[in-house]
């Protein structure tokens, strides 16, 4: 069963627009999220963890465990920040039941 | 090393033939996972190692697959009698202690296996 659903493949922005790119997740337990990010012809890297409830890059994620889900926000897009975004979902304290989504491919319109 | 180190970069197999990846983890770091990414999907776990034991190996998709760790840093992932299914990015993360998605752990860039 799909732990962790990124509905949009592929989104678009123009650059100082506001972006969100949503996460849905299933799990009956007490769920740790994250969301990991792909820069071009780079390697996969932690972006932002639910507990720590900090602003990475302009980055904001809320859990929201009645909605179960955890949409990343950020309120004015740049062009940098275009990659490629997982949100990731972790059932364990070691991590190794963790669970990526499918991905969402944001691309910034200068 | 700066990061975790992943070879080949690229390796194209004939269906049927054996392969090994290796992932060169950072210095010191206790755990290392290895994940698959089939084309449009995120990574799907494959196993996880603390130190030279692996201690889930319930994401390998079938008995083809096997992976190690001997001295608890050097960790190859084989596959044998390899098919078109396990074409995918096969990526390797090692953290300090803790799991995936804590802040000590570090992806490599991956082994892109294609299978012809």
């Known amino acids: 069963a799909q732990r962790v659903t990124q509905p949009e493949k592929l989104l678009s922005v123009f650059k100082g627009a506001p972006v969100e790119l949503k996460c849905n997740y299933s799990?009956?337990?007490?769920?740790?999220l994250f969301w990991y990010v792909q820069y071009s012809r780079q390697r996969l890297q932690l972006l932002l963890r639910h507990i720590s409830r900090e602003s990475i890059k302009g980055f904001t994620a809320d859990l929201n465990k009645g909605e179960t889900s955890f949409h990343l926000k950020k309120p004015f897009a740049q062009e940098e920040d275009s990659a490629m975004y997982y949100c990731?979902?972790?059932?364990?304290?070691?991590?190794?039941?963790?669970?990526f989504g499918t991905g969402t491919s944001l691309t910034v319109i200068p | 090393g700066a990061g975790v180190s992943q070879s080949p970069r690229y390796k194209v197999a004939k269906r049927g033939q054996d392969v090994a990846l290796r992932c060169d983890p950072i210095?010191?770091?206790?755990?290392l996972f290895w994940y698959q990414q089939a084309l449009g999907q995120g990574p799907e776990f494959l196993t996880y190692f603390q130190n030279e034991a692996q201690l889930d190996k319930s994401g390998l998709p079938s008995d083809r697959f096997f992976a190690e760790r001997p001295e608890g840093s050097v960790s190859t992932l084989k596959i044998q009698r390899t098919q078109q299914e396990d074409s995918a990015v096969y990526l390797c993360?090692?953290?300090?202690?803790?799991?995936?998605?804590?802040?000590?752990?570090?992806f490599g860039q991956g082994t892109r296996l294609t299978v012809v």
């Open positions: 799990y009956s337990g007490s769920p740790e």
């Open positions: 990731a979902l972790s059932t364990s304290p070691t991590g190794n039941q963790f669970y």
């Open positions: 210095s010191g770091h206790v755990s």
């Open positions: 993360a090692s953290s300090l202690a803790g799991g995936v998605g804590t802040t000590e752990a570090f």
